[in-house]
């Protein structure tokens, strides 16, 4: 891995959404297993196939939690996912796509919308989900189909 991203933030140290935090763009606060976090946006763009054609992965079929997703892509191989984790990032979950489609919408954020990009929340042995930023459409493709991703990172938000 690359130099050790910020793992902290203070609440009151927060910036406004849309504004640079810890290498990206702080995208929206948001809580998994009670803990809350700071979703952001890494600038790095990543292309290739999301993992092996009817492999199922364990520990990569969550909807929350990308970075639980990305380990366990990354441990089957997957290159986009190794790719990912070596930035101090992941691929997000199916919920934290819609959170940046959510930024993106409210114009904080920029994705690009004339390709699909992956998402971590594996589907089946055959497929996993993608994202259209054009419009949020929330689809499974074929494992092995070339898409982008787009690495976030999350840091604890504390008192």
Avoid: C
């Amino acid at each position: 891995m690359t130099k050790q991203a910020q793992q902290t933030v203070l609440a009151a140290e927060l910036p406004e959404r849309g504004q640079p935090l810890a290498g990206g763009v702080f995208v929206t606060r948001y809580w998994l297993n009670g803990i809350e976090r700071a979703l952001i946006l890494l600038p790095d763009e990543l292309g290739g196939p999301w993992g092996e054609y009817g492999v199922e992965i364990k520990g990569a079929g969550s909807y929350s939690d990308g970075e639980a997703n990305t380990r366990a892509m990354a441990e089957a191989g997957s290159v986009i996912a190794i790719k990912a984790l070596e930035l101090d990032g992941f691929i997000p979950s199916s919920l934290e796509g819609q959170l940046l489609m959510a930024a993106k919408a409210d114009g904080l954020v920029e994705l690009r919308e004339d390709r699909w990009h992956w998402l971590s929340s594996q589907r089946s042995a055959y497929t996993a989900y993608g994202m259209a930023f054009e419009d949020g459409w929330l689809y499974h493709y074929v494992k092995f189909s070339e898409r982008l991703a787009r690495p976030v990172r999350r840091i604890y938000v504390t008192s």
